[in-house]
């Protein structure tokens, strides 16, 4: 069985507070085995990616520019698309499941595909933006879920590993 991949999404430009959820929701995710994926940017995704670095997890940034050395400086395996903002469907699209901190409509672009792609999506709610905006709501009536509104970066990781348990027998142990 592969490892599980979580996505995490948010905006390159964010407070402090952001920062800090976004790292310790990267260190939630090495420690608990699961593999980080994310724009492979700056703000949200090298807080995230410094934070799992920290304790030991792998990270995989999905650039939207052609160059590997624009990853930030905690992405182990950066893969350089080229795609600009249509790199946001393979960061999606990449997790098992997706968390969201703050974000502009570059997050919700990928809270969106997410969605549409039947990821489960916890929306950390004290890191503003979209992320707080969609939290609780279900973004169309495909779904009968809604985006889980995560009060801590240890409420929304372990929300997602235990929504891709129930829904694909996934053992994460």
Partial sequence: MPRVMISVIGGSEVDEMTLSLAEETGAAIARRGAVLVCGGLGGVMEAACRGAKREGGLTVGILPTEYHEHANPYVDIAIPTGLGYARNFLVARSGM???ALGGAAGTLSEMAIAWFSDRP????????GWAARLAGERIDGRRPDTVYAAKTADDAVDYILRTIRNRHGVDLS
């Fill in 97 to 99: 499941g997706v968390i």
């Fill in 121 to 128: 999506i916890a929306a950390i709610v004290p890191s503003g």
